[in-house]
């Protein structure tokens, strides 16, 4: 069975940094586009980043350019999240869901993990 | 403000067909697939439709999804209780080097 599950959210103060990951299981984690998604308490859904299957490709949104960095072991089957000089903007629920190929540039997201809250509050 | 554009709301009867739009432009829906999610509160989204007009399996054929041009649409005929809930669309943008999000809309079954 595939799973995804997210750990690392918290409280943090603004301008603080925090760590996510996300575990996955289940399947060929190698094979396997990844990426992060987003949803502020009460608002829709905000792409992150997205990681190809081999690191080589990587986007962020331009809200979390230069602050986000996304990552993945492969040999470990997990994906990562480093999110620095956070902002009380960031305060959401980030989901970790994975895509149908390798590529980068779809979005059939069919695997989804639980997600985790992240609070950036003084 | 969302680069896709869907109605915030949308209402219907047990029974009854809906439809839920999404408008976008060449650089997204013009040129690429379009995606459906549904969210129930609490959960993580659920893929409803992929590629325009694809479900996976496990989704009722009550729901089924069209493009045309810029702009896509879901449908969801024989409204049942258990679908009101938000529902997102998506796609990936060529301008952007992303994908992008409708802003999401709030089904209510009356």
């Known amino acids: 069975e595939v799973q995804l599950v997210e750990s690392g959210g918290g409280l943090v103060k603004p301008g603080g940094s925090l760590r996510l990951s996300c575990a996955a299981s289940?399947?060929?984690?190698?094979?396997?586009?990844m990426n992060w998604v987003r949803q502020a308490p009460g608002k829709g859904l905000e792409w992150v980043s997205s990681i190809s299957s081999g690191s080589s490709y990587i986007y962020y949104a331009d809200s979390v350019k230069g602050r986000f960095t996304i990552s993945r072991d492969n040999a470990k089957n997990s994906l990562l999240l480093q999110m620095n000089s956070l902002r009380a903007e960031d305060t959401a629920v980030y989901f970790c869901?994975?895509?149908?190929?390798?590529?980068?540039?779809?979005?059939?997201?069919?695997?989804w993990g639980q997600g985790t809250l992240v609070t950036v509050s003084s | 403000q969302s680069v896709l554009t869907q109605p915030p709301s949308a209402s219907g009867t047990p029974g009854q067909r809906v439809t839920i739009s999404c408008s976008g432009s060449s650089s997204n829906i013009g040129s690429n697939y379009v995606y459906w999610y549904q969210q129930l509160p609490g959960t993580a989204p659920k893929l409803l439709i992929y590629r325009n007009n694809q479900r996976p399996s496990g989704v009722p054929d009550r729901f089924s999804g069209s493009k045309s041009g810029t702009s896509a649409s879901l449908a969801i005929s024989g409204l049942r209780s258990e679908d009101e809930t938000d529902y997102y669309c998506?796609?990936?943008?060529?301008?952007?080097?992303?994908?992008?999000f409708g802003g999401g809309t709030k089904l209510t079954v009356l």
């Open positions: 869901a994975r895509a149908d190929t390798a590529m980068v540039t779809s979005v059939f997201w069919e695997k």
């Open positions: 289940g399947f060929t984690f190698s094979s396997y586009s």
């Open positions: 998506a796609t990936w943008d060529d301008s952007l080097s992303g994908p992008v």
